[in-house]
Every structure is written in structure tokens, then in C-alpha cells.
């Protein structure tokens, strides 16, 4: 099996597992997305467009979370169909985007993902877009300052008594 196809199957496993709760009233309206990055901000009073970061510095935080204080890298171990686990490594970076690393254990096949990443639910998920269109968007519960919860594809957590927790990793000074 390819890595991208292990790593489809793990995913998919992990997503069909909270397939079976009904779907939440309380989901996200469209258009309820804050956008970091690769989108134009609204052009300033002198009519020059204005960075989307200088929006965000000199605004609230994005639906209730500091995005540059919260920007970091996440890691853990999440479930996988056919080895012991996936050591999983997200990066979020300030600007709006985001890579992924993933190593499979006992297997020598890894696979990266980047893209962007926006925040819903006033600061309660995060959704990571791929730049691959070839991947779905992933949703991540904001449990803590320090840790995030893998979401099913519509937002609600996986029933499972497995772990798919990844922590704050240590970071360098800031």
C-alpha cells in the first residue's frame, strides 16, 4: 500500500467511526469562516489593499482566538487501520498556513500535507484546507491553548476510546 493510501484508509476509518451520531443542530452557518490567508482584505480608507495579517493585528482576534499566539506546532500519535499508530506533527503558522507530517510506525512510507488554515465555531475548531485538492479538509476541535482534537468530516468529535489528541509541542521562544 502506498503511504497516501494507508494514510486515506486511517482517515477514513477514523471518520466512519463518528458517522453513526446525528448531525448537529449547532453547525457552523456558511460564510462563518475567518480567513487568514490567501484572501484579499478590504482596501483601506486610501483606497491601498491591506495585508490580511495588519487586519487581524489591528482587529479582535478572529472568531475569539489570538491566531498568532495560538500558531505553533501540535504533535501526537493518532490511530492507524494497519500499523501500531501514525506519529502525526501539524504546524500552525501565523500567516494562515499549515504542513503536516506524518510517519508511519513500523513502516518506512511517511506523507506531508500543507495548506491553509481558518477558524470557526468563535474559536472552538480549526479547519486545515489543503493545497491538494486530491485530500478533504480536516477538522480539529480547540480543546485547550495546548491541545487539539482530530473532528469526522462534519465537525463533531470521533466516538472511540482511541487517542486522536495532538499537544502543544515545545516551542522556541517568542
Given at each position: 500500500?502506498?503511504?497516501?493510501l494507508l494514510f486515506a484508509t486511517a482517515l477514513c476509518a477514523a471518520l466512519l467511526t463518528?458517522?453513526?451520531?446525528?448531525?448537529?443542530?449547532?453547525?457552523?452557518?456558511?460564510?462563518?469562516?475567518?480567513?487568514?490567508?490567501?484572501?484579499?482584505?478590504?482596501?483601506?480608507?486610501?483606497?491601498?489593499?491591506?495585508?490580511?495579517?495588519?487586519?487581524?493585528?489591528?482587529?479582535?482576534?478572529?472568531?475569539?482566538?489570538?491566531?498568532?499566539?495560538?500558531?505553533?506546532?501540535?504533535?501526537?500519535?493518532?490511530?492507524?487501520?494497519?500499523?501500531?499508530?501514525?506519529?502525526?506533527?501539524?504546524?500552525?503558522?501565523?500567516?494562515?498556513?499549515?504542513?503536516?507530517?506524518?510517519?508511519?510506525?513500523?513502516?518506512?512510507?511517511?506523507?506531508?500535507?500543507?495548506?491553509?488554515?481558518?477558524?470557526?465555531?468563535?474559536?472552538?475548531?480549526?479547519?486545515?484546507?489543503p493545497n491538494s485538492k486530491d485530500e478533504q479538509d480536516?477538522?480539529?476541535?480547540?480543546?485547550?491553548?495546548?491541545?487539539?482534537?482530530?473532528?469526522?468530516?462534519?465537525?463533531?468529535?470521533?466516538?472511540?476510546?482511541?487517542?486522536?489528541?495532538?499537544?502543544?509541542?515545545?516551542?522556541?521562544?517568542?
Amino acid at each position: 500500500m502506498t503511504p497516501r493510501l494507508l494514510f486515506a484508509t486511517a482517515l477514513c476509518a477514523a471518520l466512519l467511526t463518528g458517522c453513526n451520531k446525528p448531525a448537529s443542530d449547532d453547525a457552523a452557518p456558511a460564510g462563518d469562516t475567518a480567513p487568514l490567508a490567501n484572501e484579499a482584505a478590504e482596501p483601506a480608507a486610501d483606497g491601498q489593499p491591506t495585508d490580511v495579517l495588519k487586519a487581524v493585528d489591528n482587529a479582535p482576534a478572529p472568531e475569539g482566538l489570538d491566531v498568532r499566539a495560538f500558531a505553533g506546532s501540535f504533535s501526537g500519535t493518532i490511530p492507524c487501520a494497519d500499523c501500531p499508530g501514525i506519529d502525526s506533527t501539524l504546524t500552525l503558522d501565523a500567516d494562515g498556513s499549515y504542513t503536516t507530517h506524518d510517519v508511519y510506525q513500523e513502516r518506512d512510507a511517511s506523507f506531508d500535507s500543507s495548506g491553509t488554515w481558518t477558524v470557526e465555531e468563535a474559536g472552538k475548531r480549526i479547519r486545515l484546507d489543503p493545497n491538494s485538492k486530491d485530500e478533504q479538509d480536516r477538522l480539529l476541535e480547540v480543546v485547550s491553548n495546548d491541545e487539539l482534537r482530530m473532528l469526522d468530516a462534519d465537525g463533531n468529535a470521533i466516538e472511540s476510546g482511541l487517542n486522536y489528541t495532538l499537544t502543544r509541542t515545545a516551542a522556541a521562544a517568542r
